[in-house]
């Protein structure tokens, strides 16, 4: 497999916007009545059918969202940056928990216990515990990729150098086995890529030889469960943290919950611990106050990611119109520890 990843980044950032500025959405292996939008979508193993409109659907609007494994969360807790994370639940279409007849939307219909109701929604679960994972947030930030010459203020990875569109994790031992497992994950399951949507969309050669062997860390089906797929044994304490998600609004304790009991999973188990629970939960509210202005000061009292992520959302909302050069990541990021990417002079 080779990739082309250059000025590209396609898979760190949400660029759908860009396609209401001129190009064509990719909709070439869209079926009838397919959700070009969900088409977008990166592959995720608790989706519905390829063929289909899933029976699950985020309830965030990630399209590119990274799930995380257990030991993850735990290193990017232990490393100050808790702030990086948040969890995503689904949505459970149909009303009713028993199967119905007139059900055709995937081939397959909720079950009991494969949903509990929270703030209203069915929301997915297992085993009547809802379902969730951790991945990495995606404040604004001006970024120019596809070789456009304007930045646009676009959702994108914690992460992501907007000045080089390079990670400023790669090599290092936070980088997400997902991260390095993309787009070989896609093509081992006969899945669209992002290198082929960017390509459809923007022109360019992105997948330049798609032979790949077989990748590790799929975690398909019960293997998920505890190791990338975590459950929350307490329903009722997601009471208000399901509704935010949905507006995209969630604060900081209402990630630290469900972040914490990933943290405190056992793989290929329900079990939760709850003494690793509590550790995680005081990490991650450790100095915190669930206003947005306290997040302006790092809640670890190290870290650079939880400052940079409000002051992007901070400057992103002043700005109106404006877009500012990305290079305003050095003072964002930079300036506050955030590590440097080498650029690609040098990677030729
Ligand atoms: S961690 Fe790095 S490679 Fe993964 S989505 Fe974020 S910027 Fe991209």
């Known amino acids: 497999m080779e990739v082309n990843c250059e000025g590209c980044a396609g898979c760190c950032l949400d660029w759908r916007e860009l396609l209401e500025d001129g190009a064509e959405p990719d909709t070439r292996d869209a079926g009838d009545g397919a959700d070009a939008d969900w088409r977008h979508r990166r592959r995720d193993p ?23 494994t257990r030991d993850e969360v735990r290193a990017f807790l232990e490393n100050g940056m808790g702030d990086a994370l948040t969890p995503r639940f689904w949505h459970v279409r149909g009303e009713s928990k028993e199967p119905r007849a007139s059900d055709t939307s995937s081939g397959e219909s909720p079950r009991e216990g494969d949903s509990v109701e929270i703030d209203g929604r069915n929301v997915a679960a297992i085993a009547d515990r809802p379902a969730f994972f951790v991945g990495l947030r995606k404040p604004p930030k001006p970024v120019a990729p ?10 994108t990875c914690v992460f992501l150098d907007p000045t080089t569109l390079q990670c400023r994790i790669h090599g290092d031992d936070l980088y997400p086995d997902e991260c390095g497992a993309y787009p070989e994950h896609n093509l081992a399951l006969e899945h669209e890529t992002e290198c082929e949507r960017v390509e459809a969309a923007f022109g360019g050669d992105r997948l330049r030889d798609a032979e790949h062997g077989d990748p590790d860390g799929l975690l398909l089906g019960s ?14 304490d997601l009471e208000g943290i399901v509704d935010r998600a949905a507006a995209g609004e969630l604060r900081r304790e209402d990630r630290a919950e469900p972040v914490a009991v990933a943290a405190a999973s056992s793989p290929g188990t329900l079990a939760i611990s709850e003494h690793h629970y509590e550790q995680a939960k005081s990490r991650l509210l450790e100095d915190g106050e669930s206003d947005e202005a306290s997040e302006s000061a790092s809640s670890d009292g190290e870290s650079w990611v939880g400052p940079a992520i409000c002051d992007w959302h901070r400057r992103c909302r002043e ?30």
């Not at 289909?52 to 990630?62: F, G, K, M, Q, V």
């Open 319 to 348: 700005a109106g119109e404006t877009v500012p050069a990305p290079e305003l990541a050095d003072t964002v990021e930079g300036d506050r520890g955030a590590p440097e990417t080498p650029g690609w002079d040098d990677l030729e």
């Open 223 to 236: 293997q998920a469960i505890g190791a990338k797929l975590f459950c929350h044994p307490r329903p009722a």
């Open 46 to 68: 608790f989706d519905g059918g390829e063929d289909a409109t899933p029976s699950r659907d985020p309830l965030d609007d990630d399209p590119s969202f990274v799930p995380l």
């Open 146 to 155: 596809f070789g456009r010459e304007e930045p646009t203020w676009l959702p």
